[in-house]
C-alpha cells in the first residue's frame, strides 16, 4: 500500500480538476476527455480530482478509464467527493443541463451526509474509478453557502455519520486522506473544530482577485498542518479571458459585477505591463502560500492542458507582485511567490 504524502514535491504544482469531464456546461466527446486527460499525464500532471456528482459518474468512469490505461501502477493521485448521492431517474432530457451537466447518465445527485449513504458512495466511486484504493476522499459542497438555513441539520448529519465513516476508512488504509471539498472557508473552519481533516479542496476563495482566507482560514490550516488544493484559480473565467473579450465576462459561476471587473482590468494592465499573461498570474499566486499545495484548474482540452502547464513556467517577476501590492490589488500579507 503506497504512503500518501500531502506536499508539492509529490502533488506537483498543477493538478487537473475532473467536473470538465463530466460534462460541464457542455457535451465532450469521449475521445475529447480520454485524450485531456492523456495530455495531463504527459505534461506531468500527479493529482486529478473528480466526484460522483460531476455528470453523475460520467466524470469517474472517464477518468478510471483513462488512467487505467495510462497508470496501471496507481502512482498518480487521485482525489474524489462524498455527500451527494447519484439517484436514478427517469424520463429527463438528456440533451439539457441537469444540475449543471449535460449527460446521459441516469442520475441526478441527492445531498446524503449520512454514514451508510458515504460508504455506498465510496464503494461506488471506487468501481467506476476502477482503482484499488481512493487516495484522498472530500466531503462535497457541505456548509451554508450551499444549504442555506438547513447548514446545522445536514452538518450534525455529517459529523454524526458520514465523518464517521470518512474515520474509518482512513484507519483502515482504504483511502489514504480525508478532507473536505467546498467554495467556502466558514464551513471549514467549523469543521476543523470539531474534527481531524488532511486536506481542504477550497474552490475560488484564494486567487489573485480574493485572498479572505487570509483572514483566519489558512493561518488555522497552517496551525493544524492541513493542506489546501486551490480549485477555480481564473474565479469561473474572469481570470483566464481577463475583461477585455466581447460578451459575458463569468466570476463565481455568475456574470461578473462591475466593481469586480473594474478590479479584473486593474490586474490585467500591470500584467501586461510585465508581459505576463493574466492567467500565468492567477494559476501561479495561490502556490506562493506555504499551506497550498496544488491549483487544479478545469482544463477541457489538450491544448488548454498545454497551455497551463506552459503558464506556470513562465517567469514573474517580483516586480509584479510588488505593483499589484502598492496598487491594492493583492492583501499586503499575502505570500506570493519566489
Known sequence: MKQLILDRETFGSLGFGGAVLGNLYAPVADEVAQDTTRAAVEVGVRYFDTAPHYGFGLSETRLGTALRELDPSERLIVSTKIGRKLAPRTGVDFTVARQGFVTSEPYESEFDYTYDSVMRTYEGSLRRLQRERIDILLVHDIGRATHGESHPSRFAEFMNGGYRAMSELRASGAVGAIGIGVNETQVCEEALAHADFDVVLLAGRYTLLEQGALDSFLPLCGRRGVQVVIGGPYNSGILATGV?????VNYNYAAAPKEV?????????????HAVALPAAALQFPLGHPQVLTVIPGMSTREQVRQAAQYLRHPVPQALWAELRAGGLIRPDAPVPD
Open 261 to 273: 471587473i473594474a478590479r479584473a482590468a486593474a490586474i490585467e494592465s500591470i500584467c501586461d505591463a
Open 244 to 248: 477585455r473579450q466581447a460578451g459575458a
